[in-house]
């Protein structure tokens, strides 16, 4: 499970939502319900988005957020935080209520699973905070009506993918735990189906995620071209982050615009930060690694 901060104080708890990161995503169909059937390599960042929640006895979802890219956001009932508190109240017939804070570090509609990372952690932290109990199958469940990404988010550790999200197997990969990974996003929000309508419906064969090697020669993200399409800096984040020294791998996560580098070591991984931030001061940049598998 991703890693939880010590409790603020008695009546708090925290949860970090995790920045997921499609190491490799191929996109095999378009399906008859209109979803695509999707095979993809799922990893956790050590870092992400911060929720902090305090039970109620009134039976409100009460959502403010902060953050460098809170005011992104709207705290309604629209927003995923919400929703995911409300569906899961729904479900238990739970009688009381929630005050959370989010505190939005993950850049919006970025390809990083930022909102489907935020509506797991909510799961996670009103489970804890409401103290009830609820099958992993019916949590899947409800994650997923939230949203395709929603129930990886919630163990959030390594996993195998497939169809739309309902196909989850924690798959390790030696070599991968642990490893520098740099996240740049070009500060433009690329609209997920516009890019998925961009996918040429070409079946470029199956993900082999046996090996880092494997994940390397032949992975690839069947929605990179489309999303450059739409958004053609991502090509110059590519680029960049191609030319740094000590590179493993750089490749768009999800539907972008977020990209993501695995580098040799944290030298390696430090200087290539460095080295964007100078170039693109206006790029958003982070420093992190992969999580536990």
């Known amino acids: 499970m991703p890693h939880r901060d010590a409790e603020l104080e008695a009546d708090s708890f925290i949860e970090t939502a995790c920045a997921k990161v499609n190491v490799a995503l191929h996109v095999r169909a378009r399906r008859d319900d209109?979803?695509?059937a999707l095979e993809s390599l799922f990893v956790f960042a050590e870092h992400g988005d911060r929720l902090i929640g305090w039970a109620t006895d009134d039976g409100a979802i009460d959502l403010v957020i902060d953050g460098p890219f809170g005011e992104a956001l709207d705290a309604g009932p629209g927003n995923l935080v919400v929703k995911a508190a409300r569906a899961l109240q729904s479900y238990l017939g739970e009688q009381r209520g929630a005050a959370i804070r989010l505190t939005k570090v993950l850049p919006v509609a970025s390809g990083i699973g930022g909102g489907s990372a935020d509506a797991a952690a909510t799961l996670r932290l009103l489970v804890r905070l409401w103290d009830v109990r609820?099958?992993?199958?019916?949590?899947?469940?409800?994650a997923l009506d939230l949203g395709s990404d929603v129930?990886?988010?919630?163990?959030?550790?390594?996993?195998?993918?497939?169809?739309?999200?309902?196909g989850l197997?924690?798959?390790?990969?030696?070599?991968?735990?642990?490893?520098?990974?740099?996240?740049?996003?070009p500060g433009v929000a690329v609209p997920t189906g516009q890019v998925f309508a961009g996918w040429d419906r070409q079946d470029r064969g199956p993900l082999d995620a046996g090996s880092l090697n494997a994940l390397i020669g032949s992975g690839r993200n069947d929605l990179e071209s489309?999303?450059?399409?739409?958004?053609?800096?991502i090509a110059e984040v590519l680029a960049c982050l191609n030319a740094q020294p000590g590179l493993v791998l750089a490749r768009m996560s999800g539907s972008g615009a977020t990209c993501f580098a695995l580098f040799e070591d944290d030298i390696a991984l430090a200087d290539a930060a460095m080295a964007v931030?100078?170039?693109?001061?206006?790029w958003w940049v982070m420093e992190t690694?992969?999580?536990?598998a």
Do not use: F, K
């Not at 489309?226 to 800096?233: F, L, W």
């Not at 931030?277 to 206006?282: L, N, V, Y």
């Not at 690694?289 to 536990?292: F, L, N, P, T, V």
């Open 34 to 36: 209109g979803y695509h």
């Open 134 to 142: 609820i099958d992993d199958g019916e949590l899947a469940a409800l």
């Open 151 to 166: 129930p990886a988010c919630i163990a959030s550790v390594t996993q195998l993918v497939t169809g739309r999200g309902e």
């Open 169 to 185: 197997a924690r798959h390790a990969v030696e070599g991968l735990a642990g490893m520098a990974m740099l996240l740049v996003n």
């Open 226 to 233: 489309p999303a450059i399409v739409v958004a053609p800096v």
């Open 277 to 282: 931030r100078i170039a693109h001061p206006d």
């Open 289 to 292: 690694r992969i999580g536990a």
